[in-house]
């Protein structure tokens, strides 16, 4: 007999269960496209850490269709981009029927011919048009997934970025906690580096003791300090990327000046220190006290609590260019897809919509601290935890990054932009000239293209202010 921890151990391993109204049995075989049975629905799974919380999701629609197997395999997130797994199992037509994958690769993956469009199942088995079936997500999480005309799958979170203070090392430095309250908005750069200039603390060897902020940590990056410097990285009109403009050199300028001010060896000594890679989760230069402020999302409002429940903290605005200036945001997230080969029958359909609408992200989303995207369960006051609201309001100021066959392309572009600002390797001239030339002639070969109508504006069908609790 097979009982629930054995299943879990199952899932950990890498192994594929059925799991079918309650009862769980092998499965080997891997039929292919519309031969495989219709109602086995194979399914490559959240990331490890979560997969008795999915679990949760998998039981209750279980209970509901009996006759449905959910056959789940734990398959590494392709987060970075790295899309090896999934086309190795498309082109040896051995893929799954559904794949919970980064949604910033879906229009990139969509172009590369790895996803089913999903418009045709929408028409046939909901009772409304796509535009109107799609309008129950957030916006900017189905532009992710669209791609030439037609959606490439259902957005499951979203996330936003907030700052986390340490009030302790604040209160002990002198600073105002008005200035730390984001009920009076953002602080400035300005503001910001008049912390840092103040509170960083070096011995005598200029080894670094305590820092304010370290603009690459976890969440903060090149690519979001462009998105705050109201950055676009792609023209309609010319169909161009615009990683070459202007706008991004200053911005790489100005990153660059930040690093040669905060000198990257020292800093990056700091964080090899105090966090060295593969630390467990309790050790990082935040929770040691070490760190004023530390940009993440809301999951960090859970690992606050498993791992440092006795700090006084608080999470604030991002940094702006300008006092004054309207607070800022990015989100991103992931998505349900269907990789080609996939069965495409109803009871797929039915799993995919259960798991990524209402009844799965309620389940999923509060235990995991995300945001959902479907607009039924973001308003539903048991649809996520109460304890991430900031991070649900900044959603009314949230950018997102382009929907772009090249999105994967970018993405490494200003990766790897950022890391040799960080060792001065190279001029900002030269670094976003070289960013260009890597992805622009490959966005060429989809030409004409557009980003979605609407991108980057407010969402119509979704506004912040009437979320209960937000």
């Excluded at 410097?229 to 706008?247: A, I, Y």
């Excluded at 935040?286 to 809301?298: A, E, K, V, W």
């Amino acid at each position: 007999m097979i009982d629930r921890r054995t299943l879990l151990r199952a899932l950990g391993a890498g192994a594929s269960v059925t799991f079918a109204g309650g009862s769980i049995v092998g499965c080997t075989n891997r039929p292919v496209g519309e031969n495989r049975d219709p109602n086995t629905v194979r399914v490559w799974g959240i990331w490890a850490s979560d997969q008795e919380k999915e679990m949760q999701v998998i039981e209750a629609f279980s209970e509901q269709n009996p006759d449905v197997k959910i056959e789940v395999s734990q398959v590494p997130s392709n987060g970075q981009g790295d899309a090896s797994s999934v086309i190795t199992a498309v082109r040896g037509r051995t893929g799954p029927d559904i794949y919970f994958m980064d949604r910033f690769n879906g229009a990139q993956f969509a172009s590369l011919g790895l996803l089913e469009p999903i418009d045709g199942l929408i028409e046939e088995h909901e009772d409304v048009s796509v535009e109107e079936f799609m309008a129950g997500w957030v916006k900017f999480a189905t532009d992710e997934l669209y791609y030439d005309g037609q959606y490439y799958g259902l957005p499951m979170d979203t996330d936003t970025r907030g700052m986390y203070v340490n009030l302790g090392l604040a209160d002990e430095a002198g600073i105002d906690r008005s200035l730390l309250d984001p009920a009076n908005g953002p602080m400035s750069y300005e503001q910001l580096w008049e912390i840092n200039d103040a509170f960083n603390v070096q011995d005598d060897s200029g080894t670094y003791e305590k820092v304010t902020w370290i603009p690459w940590d976890d969440q903060a990056s090149l690519l979001m300090w462009a998105m705050a410097n109201g950055v676009t990285f792609f023209s309609n009109e010319t169909c161009h990327t615009l990683l070459d403009s202007p706008e991004m050199l200053a911005v790489a300028e100005m990153y660059a000046g930040w690093i040669e001010r905060l000198d990257f060896a020292r800093l990056d000594a700091f964080k090899a220190t105090y966090q060295p890679p593969n630390a467990p989760p309790t050790q990082t230069s935040f929770f040691s006290d070490r760190q004023l402020f530390q940009i993440t999302g809301p999951w960090g409002v859970q690992s606050q609590a498993d791992y440092k429940p006795d700090m006084e903290y608080t999470v604030t605005h991002l940094p702006v260019p300008e006092e004054g200036d309207e607070p800022f945001t990015w989100a991103g997230g992931f998505a349900l897809t269907m990789p080609k080969g996939a069965s495409m029958s109803k009871a797929a359909w039915d799993f995919f919509t259960f798991y990524a609408g209402y009844e799965g992200q309620k389940i999923l989303m509060p235990q995991i601290s995300r945001i959902p995207t479907n607009i039924e369960t973001i308003e539903d006051p048991k649809g996520w935890d109460r304890d991430i609201k900031f991070f649900v309001e900044l959603l009314g100021v949230a950018k997102s990054r382009p929907p772009l066959p090249v999105g994967t392309k970018l993405w490494d572009a200003m990766m790897t932009m950022q890391g040799s600002l960080n060792q001065a390797s190279d001029t900002p001239e030269n670094l976003v000239t070289e960013a260009q030339q890597y992805v622009d002639p490959t966005m060429q070969q989809f030409c004409p293209v557009t980003l979605p109508e609407g991108f980057g504006e407010p969402d119509p069908h979704f506004p912040v202010e009437d979320v209960p609790g937000a």
